[in-house]
């Protein structure tokens, strides 16, 4: 069993910050990539950022120079850093990370979302 708490969402004003966390608990091997992605009312989920294990990165075109992606590993935990946030924003945030459970037994897990809302 693997799970995913996410917190940190919440309402902020058009130009603020938010810091979204994920902790991974459970019966963990390794971890492999971890990600954010977002889904808008109506919309489709998609990639707000992703970070491997050594620490590339690579984000989505509408977040890119605004929001960071970082991990700590000796926490199972990675973090989203938001600034300049803007009402385009808004969705519901998930954590995505790869986890190992054995040498070859690998799983993708999904948070439970975490409600981000940008309007003034």
């Known amino acids: 069993q693997v799970q995913l708490v996410e917190s940190g969402g919440g309402l902020v004003q058009p130009g603020g910050s938010l810091r979204l966390s994920c902790s991974v608990s459970g019966n963990i091997f390794t971890i492999d990539a971890m990600g954010w992605y977002r889904q808008a009312p109506g919309k489709q989920r998609e990639l707000v950022a992703r970070i491997t294990t050594g620490g590339n990165t690579n984000y989505g075109d509408s977040v890119q120079g605004r929001f960071t992606i970082s991990r700590d590993n000796a926490k199972n935990t990675v973090f989203l850093q938001m600034n300049s946030l803007k009402p385009e924003d808004t969705a519901v945030y998930y954590c995505?990370?790869?986890?190992?459970?054995?040498?070859?037994?690998?799983?993708?897990?999904w948070g439970q979302g975490t409600q981000v809302t940008v309007s003034s």
């Open positions: 995505n990370v790869g986890v190992f459970t054995g040498f070859t037994s690998r799983g993708d897990y």
